[in-house]
C-alpha cells in the first residue's frame, strides 16, 4: 500500500471509530450494537494495516539482502563468473602509500609512518587490522569494526568515526571507502558524479582501491563502478567482467585482475601504464598517478608506465607478499616482514630499511 492509500484508510477507521462514540455517547441499545460492530470493523481494517506495512517492510529488506549487486542506473546486471573467486591478497592491507609517504601494520597492531608529515599522525593507533591511504590521508581499520582517520580533510573524507560492524576499507579522491559485514557500502568525502551511488549497493564482497571513481567486486564476480567517467573513456565499463578476483581504480583507468591471472585495462592510458595485456599470474595490483604494478604468484613484481623517478624499477624484487604504489614510489612487502621501496623520495616515504614488521 502506498502513502496516500494508507492515510485515506487511516482516515475513513478515524471516521468509523467517531462515529462509534458518537453512537454509545446516546441511551439507544439497538445504536450501542451497532457501534460495538462498526468498532470491530474498525479494529480489523487497523491490524490489516498495521500486518500489511509490516509484511511489506519485510519483503523490502528479503529483496535488498537477496540482491548481490544493485548497479547504477543504465548498467546491466553483472554476467555470471568466469572462475572460481580465491582469495588472492591476505597481506595486501599491511601496507599502504599516498602522496608522499607510506604507512605499515606490525604484527601487533601498531602503525608506523615513513615519510609525509605530523598530519599523517598514526603513531596512537592500536588494535589496527588492515590500512590504507590516498594522496593526503589513510585510514585504520580496528579489530573491533570502527575505523580511524589521519591526514587532510579536504572533502569531509574523515568523517568515518562513526562507522561500525567495518570490515574493509579504502581511499579514493579526497574520500574514505567502508565495506559492512552485511556487504554494504559506507562512503564520506567527495561526491565526484555521485560516488556516493555506492552506498545504495548490496551483495559487495571486495573493495578495490580508488581513485575519482571506485570499483568493487560483488559476491558473484560481478564488477560495479560509480564516480568520474572520464567523459566516456571506458574506465567503468565493467558491466561486461566476469571471473574478477582483484583490481584497482587508479588515474583514469580501472584495472581488473581475473581468476587465471591475466589483466585488463579499462580507461585512459597516459604513459604507458595500461601495458598490462601480457601480464600473467598476477594476484594482486595497484596503480600511481601514472604507474601500475603487479604482484605475480611466484612473489616476483612487474611495473609499467611512467618511470620518472625509477618508481618501475621492481624487477630484481622477489619472496614479496604485498604491493602498494603512491603517486610517484613503489613499496612492496617481503615474506620476511621486511619492506622494499623505490621512488621520488622528497619527504623520505623510501626509507624503509630497517623497518620489520614481524
Not at 87 to 103: H, K, Y
Request: glycine share 14%; charged share 20%; hydrophobic share 40%.
Amino acid at each position: 500500500m502506498d502513502v496516500t492509500g494508507f492515510w485515506s484508510l487511516l482516515g475513513i477507521v478515524a471516521a468509523i471509530i467517531l462515529g462509534s462514540v458518537f453512537y454509545l455517547a446516546r441511551n439507544d441499545k439497538d445504536k450501542k450494537i451497532i457501534a460495538c460492530i462498526l468498532m470491530f470493523i474498525a479494529a480489523a481494517v487497523i491490524i490489516y494495516i498495521l500486518a500489511n506495512s509490516l509484511s511489506c517492510t519485510l519483503n523490502t529488506a528479503t529483496a535488498a539482502e537477496a540482491t548481490e549487486v544493485v548497479t547504477d542506473l543504465g548498467t546491466p546486471e553483472p554476467t555470471p563468473e568466469r572462475g572460481i573467486i580465491k582469495e588472492t591478497r591476505p597481506l595486501q592491507g599491511v601496507i599502504a602509500a599516498g602522496d608522499n609517504f607510506t604507512i605499515a601494520l606490525t604484527d601487533e597492531g601498531k602503525v608506523l609512518r615513513i615519510g609525509g608529515d605530523e598530519t599523517i599522525n598514526v603513531e596512537n593507533w592500536g588494535n589496527i587490522i588492515q590500512v590504507t591511504a590516498h594522496d593526503q590521508h589513510a585510514l585504520g581499520l580496528n579489530q573491533n569494526g570502527t575505523v580511524v582517520f589521519a591526514g587532510q580533510n579536504f572533502a569531509g573524507e574523515k568523517n568515518v568515526t562513526s562507522w561500525t560492524s567495518i570490515v574493509q576499507v579504502a581511499t579514493c579522491f579526497e574520500g574514505s571507502l567502508g565495506l559492512t559485514s552485511k556487504g554494504r557500502i559506507r562512503f564520506a568525502g567527495y561526491d565526484l558524479n555521485e560516488t556516493s551511488l555506492c552506498e545504495t549497493w548490496t551483495g559487495i564482497k571486495k573493495l578495490f582501491e580508488g581513485e575519482k571513481h571506485i570499483v568493487v567486486l560483488g559476491r558473484k564476480g560481478g564488477v560495479v563502478t560509480s564516480g568520474d567517467n572520464g567523459g566516456g573513456d571506458g574506465r567503468r565499463n565493467t558491466s561486461n567482467l566476469a571471473g574478477v578476483v582483484e583490481g584497482c581504480a587508479a588515474n583514469g583507468t580501472t584495472f581488473c585482475v581475473f581468476s587465471d591471472g591475466t589483466v585488463t585495462a579499462l580507461g585512459t592510458d597516459y604513459c604507458g601504464e595500461d601495458a598490462v595485456g601480457g601480464w600473467t599470474d598476477i594476484v594482486a595490483i595497484c596503480g600511481g598517478e601514472k604507474h601500475t604494478v603487479g604482484l605475480k604468484a611466484d612473489g616476483t613484481v612487474v611495473a609499467v608506465g611512467d618511470d620518472q623517478y625509477g618508481q618501475c624499477q621492481v624487477g630484481d624484487w622477489t619472496n614479496i607478499v604485498a604491493i602498494c604504489a603512491g603517486q610517484y614510489h613503489t613499496v612492496g612487502l617481503k615474506s620476511d616482514g621486511t619492506l622494499v621501496a623505490i621512488g621520488k623520495n622528497n619527504h623520505h616515504q623510501c626509507d624503509v630499511d630497517g623497518i620489520d614488521l614481524w
